[in-house]
Every structure is written in structure tokens, then in C-alpha cells.
Nanobody, 125 residues
């Protein structure tokens, strides 16, 4: 059974940092592009960052560029999102996603095949 499990969410003050992790199991994800998305109540899921299979190629939403860093460890089947200088508008449920057998990064959530259950990030002002 394929699973993506996020962790690392929580409550942080504005300006603070959090590191989210996504542990993948059930298959090897080393050839998959991986992504992070976020969603707040009443809004569509929003792209945050994506990383190619080799970690050479990354893609970020303009709203997080320079503050967030996506990385991966293929040996451990994990993906991370380092979030610095957090703002109240970053508060959301963050989801990890994988593109099955596709190495290219993309912002389009419809192109991701596997999703985690999400982890809540709350940023106090």
C-alpha cells in the first residue's frame, strides 16, 4: 500500500521556522517528482514547491521563494520542506504529493498521483 505521511507541523510565531517531512512507503519514489501543497478552508489547494527526482531541479511558488526550501533523500524515501521567516498567511494544512514514475516538476496538483493526509501549520502574529 502506497503511503505518504507528513510530519513536523505545529504552531510557530511569525518569523519562526518549521521543517516538514514526508515519509513515503509502499514503493520506491526515487524516480518521482515530489511536491508540497497547502490548503486553507474554503480555498483550493495551492502549490508550494516541487522537486525533481535528482533534486537538481526545484520549483517554488512566488509567495514562498527565498523563504522555503524543498529537499529530498532518495535513500530514505523522504522529502522535506524547510520553512523560514513564516508569515501568518503561510498557515494552512500542508500536503505532500508524488508523481508516479514522472521525474518532472509541476505546479499542477492534478498531475500528482499520491497524496498524504496533511499536517497543520499555524502561524501566530
Amino acid at each position: 500500500q502506497v503511503q505518504l505521511v507528513e510530519s513536523g507541523g505545529g504552531l510557530v510565531q511569525a518569523g519562526g521556522s518549521l521543517r516538514l517531512s514526508c515519509a513515503a512507503s509502499g514503493r520506491t519514489f526515487s524516480s518521482d517528482a515530489m511536491g508540497w501543497f497547502r490548503q486553507t478552508p474554503g480555498k483550493e489547494r495551492e502549490f508550494v514547491a516541487s522537486i525533481g527526482w535528482s533534486a537538481v531541479v526545484t520549483l517554488y511558488a512566488d509567495s514562498v521563494k527565498g523563504r522555503f526550501t524543498i529537499s529530498r533523500d532518495n535513500a530514505k524515501n523522504t522529502v522535506h520542506l524547510q520553512m523560514n521567516s513564516l508569515k501568518p498567511e503561510d498557515a494552512a494544512v500542508y500536503y505532500c504529493a508524488a508523481r508516479s514514475g514522472i521525474t518532472m516538476v509541476t505546479m499542477d496538483p492534478r498531475r500528482y498521483d499520491y497524496w498524504g493526509q496533511g499536517t497543520q501549520v499555524t502561524v501566530s502574529s
